[in-house]
């Protein structure tokens, strides 16, 4: 389990270090597709005037991996390029819901995100798991 501190010196470290990707910036728009470090796939289907998101997401790894599954969420442009993007699934056959709020970066077309996954269980010590998640363009 990540501490807080965990999670914002890896968030930290990654925009320090990370290097400039060779691909070219893309849009979060109806249509758009994009990729996580592990291979799990965010699609947006429909934005709306008012920022909300839908779509599917399809995770690479643990539970349900490979199935797709509905995806809401909001983006809002910042007013020089970037922007704020928030997103949710809920795994139903994981009994889990995920929630990813982040950056998007308009210059590589990526967005930084942490992520909290809570178990739809009675509460425990280990009911919520923490990380982040960087998303590139597909």
């Keep these: 389990m990540l501490n807080f501190r965990s999670v914002i010196g890896a968030v930290a470290a990654v925009i320090v270090l990370g290097s400039t990707p060779s691909y070219s910036a893309m849009e979060?728009?109806?249509?758009?597709?994009w990729v996580n470090e592990l291979?799990?796939?965010?699609?947006?289907?429909?934005v709306d005037g008012n920022g909300l998101m839908t779509g599917s997401y399809v995770t690479n790894v643990g539970c349900s991996a490979g199935t797709?599954?509905?995806m809401t969420?909001?983006?809002?442009?910042?007013?020089?390029?970037?922007?704020?993007i928030t997103f949710s699934v809920?795994?139903?056959?994981?009994l889990s819901v995920t929630s990813w709020s982040g950056q998007?970066?308009?210059t590589d077309g990526s967005f930084q995100t942490l992520w909290y996954l809570t178990s739809a269980s009675p509460p425990v010590w280990n009911g919520i798991a923490a990380g982040t998640d960087l998303f590139t363009p597909q």
């Design 90 to 94: 809920y795994f139903q056959n994981c």
């Design 73 to 84: 969420g909001f983006f809002y442009p910042g007013a020089s390029g970037g922007g704020a």
């Design 104 to 106: 998007y970066d308009s």
């Design 28 to 33: 979060l728009t109806a249509g758009s597709s």
């Design 39 to 46: 291979g799990s796939v965010l699609t947006i289907t429909n």
């Design 68 to 70: 797709p599954q509905q």
